[in-house]
């Protein structure tokens, strides 16, 4: 089975910044990798899909990088509605989640 | 409009059974994977496993295999999850959600949720 390690677990970070989340496959997945958005008391968002491709409504700027065993999800330019905890999923089943992390102000 | 609406909370005491629901609406629910995930409070998510309505192929994750059963009834475009016999452990959010529609076969993501069915055990 393919394990999930993504980095960091939390951070905090201001409207403005540049934020980089990371997950790091146990093999190489290709490019089955999606970045999920989850706010409380929500279900998650799909964000970007097949590492880099956005999902239609997601804003400009998210992005995802990354193939094999590292991708990355970077928001260019964090605003107040990017506050969340995010996901990273590989998709060849069993399907494994990375562990999340929470983006603070 | 894609919609995915998922059965209310449900309180139980260990050992007893459950059921839980996920009634689709807006596509042909036979010919899109269908899966369950878990989220134990504060926690992150665990995928529990997926289902082909159209043919009842189904698929479990090994932490779930045997712990759980998913079922669909593509008449009413429903599916399920299933308990035998709860646990304490059980206590967690439980969403389903539906593949996306440029995949075929169930290595592929979900694009559409659930709104989350709150499952709590206890005595």
């Known amino acids: 089975d393919f394990q999930m390690t993504q980095s960091p677990s939390s951070l905090s970070a201001s409207v403005g910044d540049r934020v980089i989340i990371t997950c790091r496959a146990s093999?190489?997945?290709?490019?089955?990798l999606a970045w999920y958005q989850q706010k409380p008391g929500q279900a998650p968002s799909l964000m970007i899909y097949?590492?880099?491709s956005l999902q239609n409504g997601v804003p400009s700027r998210f992005s995802g990088s990354g193939s094999g065993t590292e991708f990355t999800l970077i928001i260019s330019s964090l605003q107040p509605d990017d506050f969340a905890t995010y996901y990273c999923?590989?998709?060849?089943?069993?399907?494994?989640f990375g562990q999340g992390t929470k983006v603070e102000i | 409009e894609v919609q995915l609406f998922q059965s209310g909370a449900e309180v139980k005491k260990p050992g007893e059974s459950l059921n839980i629901s996920c009634k689709a609406s807006?596509?042909?629910?036979?010919?899109?994977?269908i899966g369950w995930v878990r989220q134990v409070p504060g926690k992150g998510l665990e995928w529990m496993g997926l289902?082909?309505?159209?043919?009842?192929?189904?698929r479990y994750s090994p932490s779930f295999q045997g712990q759980v059963t998913i079922s669909a009834d593509k008449s009413i475009n429903t599916a399920y999850l299933q308990w035998s016999s709860v646990k304490a452990s059980d206590t967690a959010m439980y969403y389903c959600?539906?593949?996306?529609?440029?995949?075929?076969?169930?290595?592929?993501?979900?694009?559409?949720w659930g709104q989350g069915t709150l499952v709590t055990v206890s005595t």
């Open positions: 999923l590989q998709y060849n089943t069993p399907w494994t």
């Open positions: 097949k590492a880099s």
């Open positions: 093999q190489s997945i290709g490019d089955w």
């Open positions: 807006g596509y042909s629910f036979s010919s899109f994977w």
């Open positions: 289902i082909y309505p159209g043919d009842s192929d189904t």
């Open positions: 959600a539906r593949l996306f529609k440029g995949c075929s076969g169930p290595n592929c993501f979900p694009s559409y």
